[in-house]
């Protein structure tokens, strides 16, 4: 289905003023797009390295000269994409710095040919160290993917900008990006998940420095993240929680890690089926052991279903069995902070989400939230929020008078 500029936009304003946020969804084959339409992704990303990862190896691959980036997205989007999905846009991931192609024609191509806009990628901005400097030396930058927002911007064509810093969000907004994306690194998780990448709490860093660079110059700029860290629906509504972010965007999150895991424990299961087929414990006891158990996850899983209750940490590490200074170590590695300030922060989010709802008495709300004792959610609401939960309250009022 064709859609204009001004049809996807709308779209997507609606979605976010009705159920508060809007998910996109990068991949590289026809099941994936029909079974994510299905899921009801407000957008589809037709990117290089979604193709790669149907392949089996690392969203790095895109980055890589293995096959034209421009063509490869051209030939899967246009074949496997476009011609099953009917009622989402369809972003083209274009390779700006492409020396092949005339970004005024080519970007004109790709809206002729069904497209509903384009975000850059493969882009620079994913690269650094002396050979950014090299490539940036030729003319090779990311002011050339700066400039292929602005020739889809005149030719009224949606944009998505993956930016990388809160220079580049500046840069992109001024271009008239539609959407500032930042774009967090590769997605972490599963076999193919990247080592390296940032935390939880730098991400919500990130993200606030490039989404407040944004409302100083168009405040109603839609802001999106995409990758790192956040691969679960718990890291989403923490980010939520702690920035301006309007919508979540992933690629390994919705296609690879769900079919790795899928996949391994459907095989898993059938092959064991003619011999234990009677014993369901047994069945259970070796998906444990040969399933990998992220030890991090669990616990952002546990607090999200029980942070009203008595959570300590030292609990935790029994129920997972493992030692305290290892998960206390795997932890601030992986989120950037400590249990108890995670614990704290989602409490207190919680908290403001009653408050916003409902009209009920603190001493009640801070019980809600796994405060016992008043005094210590009080302060744990001013360190969070700034102001004494009563002020919370009474500038509320005086706002909505």
Do not use: W
């Amino acid at each position: 289905m064709f859609f204009t500029r001004e049809q996807v936009i709308d779209k997507l304003k609606t979605q976010i003023k009705v159920n508060g946020s809007i998910i996109g969804v990068s991949l590289g084959a026809g099941i994936i797009a029909k079974s994510t339409e299905r899921g009801g992704a407000d957008l589809i990303l037709a990117l290089n390295s979604g193709k790669f990862r149907q392949m089996g190896v690392s969203s790095l691959a895109g980055m890589l000269p293995f096959y034209n980036a421009n063509d490869l997205v051209m030939e899967f989007g246009s074949k496997e994409i476009l011609t099953v999905v009917n009622q989402t846009p369809v972003v083209f991931g274009l390779c700006a710095t492409d020396p092949s192609i005339c970004l005024d024609e080519y970007i004109e191509k790709i809206y002729n040919m069904g497209f509903s806009g384009i975000i850059n990628y493969p882009s620079i901005g994913m690269i650094d160290g002396v050979f950014r400097e090299a490539l940036e030396e030729n003319g090779i930058s990311y002011e050339k993917e700066v400039e292929a927002i602005k020739v889809a911007n005149r030719k009224n064509i949606f944009t998505i900008a993956f930016v990388f810093n809160k220079y580049q969000a500046k840069l992109m907004v001024e271009a008239g990006a539609d959407v500032i994306c930042a774009h967090l690194g590769f997605t972490k998780g599963g076999i193919l998940g990247a080592k390296k990448i940032l935390s939880l709490e730098n991400s919500v860093k990130l993200s606030n420095e490039i989404f407040d660079s944004c409302d100083l110059i168009k405040k109603d700029t839609i802001k999106v993240i995409y990758g790192g860290p956040v691969n679960s629906s718990v890291d989403v509504k923490y980010i939520y929680d702690n920035t301006n972010a309007m919508g979540y965007f992933g690629g390994s999150s919705f296609e690879r890690i769900p079919a790795e895991e899928f996949i391994a424990n459907k095989t898993r299961e059938f092959k064991i089926t003619s011999r234990l087929e009677n014993d369901d414990l047994l069945n259970k006891m070796m998906e444990g052991v040969s399933n990998h158990f992220d030890y991090v996850e669990f616990i952002k899983e546990y607090i999200s279903s029980s942070y009203m209750e008595d959570i300590t940490f030292s609990d935790l590490c029994k129920v997972a069995h493992i030692s305290r200074s290892h998960l206390s170590k795997l932890f601030n590695k992986e989120v950037g902070c400590s249990f108890p300030k995670y614990l704290s922060r989602y409490r207190i989010n919680k908290a403001l989400e009653i408050l916003k709802k409902e009209n009920i008495q603190l001493k009640e709300v801070a019980n809600l939230v796994g405060y016992k004792d008043y005094s210590h959610f009080s302060k744990a609401f001013k360190n969070q929020v700034g102001i004494s939960p009563k002020q919370y309250i009474e500038e509320d009022k005086n706002t909505t008078i």
